[in-house]
């Protein structure tokens, strides 16, 4: 059964603290693996894609990167505006769904 | 203006009653999708549509029923409406892999 873990459920950090968050899954045969943000009472935004073992994908402040296993959202120098849930996906190729993790709610304090 | 839009946003309704929720989107993309997310279980699928003629359940059906009216609109409806159906509804399109989610309807079954 495809599954998607992540940890830490919450993180809280300083402004300018760097940190990175985890994505666990296991999927028979991975199409794809999704980052979201989500901002409260709104919905999921979407992020980055990885397809493969080894690629990484940046967009300002926020890297991620995947392995066979694991993902990571790499938060360098974060700032305020950057606090939100963060959720992880993963798409097999037998199937057309995604499957979501339960999210990192990540605060950052000035 | 928005690319994916919810009506309502936020509902109250009382067991029992039959309740519409309404999606629609301006993206051209032929894949839609209903999700609910509830607090420490993420987002759970409960039907997806790759064209009008085309509807699939997903991972928690039961209780809920669509309509897919035009390449724009998705409706999830709730024949008779119980509490445990309070939750956070998103609708979500794709074109290839990674989905576009609306802003949410908040639904509470009282």
């Known amino acids: 059964e495809d599954q998607v873990t992540q940890s830490p459920e919450a993180l809280r950090l300083q402004e300018g603290e760097s940190s990175s968050l985890n994505c666990s899954y296991t999927?028979?045969?991975?199409?794809?693996l999704f980052w979201y943000r989500q901002d409260p009472g709104k919905g999921p935004e979407f992020l980055f894609t990885?397809?493969?073992a080894g690629e990484e994908k940046e967009k300002e402040r926020l890297k991620a990167t995947l392995t066979k296993k694991e993902s990571f959202l790499h938060i360098t120098a974060p700032k305020p505006e950057d606090s939100a849930t963060y959720l992880c996906?993963?798409?097999?190729?037998?199937?057309?769904?995604?499957?979501f993790g339960t999210g990192t709610r990540l605060q950052v304090f000035p | 203006d928005a690319d994916v839009t919810q009506t309502p946003r936020n509902r109250i309704t009382k067991t029992g009653k039959r309740i519409m929720l309404e999606c629609s989107q301006t993206?051209?993309?032929?894949?839609m999708y209903w999700y609910r997310q509830d607090p420490g279980l993420g987002l759970r699928l409960i039907y997806y549509?790759?064209?009008?003629?085309?509807?699939n359940k997903g991972e928690i059906s039961d209780g809920y029923s669509v309509s897919r009216q035009a390449q724009a609109k998705f409706s999830l409806s709730l024949e008779s409406a119980i509490p445990n159906q309070t939750a956070l509804y998103f609708c979500a399109t794709s074109e290839g892999f990674e989905q576009y989610f609306g802003p949410g309807t908040r639904l509470t079954v009282t």
């Open positions: 999927v028979s045969g991975l199409r794809g």
């Open positions: 996906a993963v798409q097999g190729y037998n199937t057309d769904k995604l499957i």
């Open positions: 549509s790759f064209d009008v003629k085309d509807i």
């Open positions: 990885l397809y493969s």
């Open positions: 993206k051209g993309h032929d894949r």
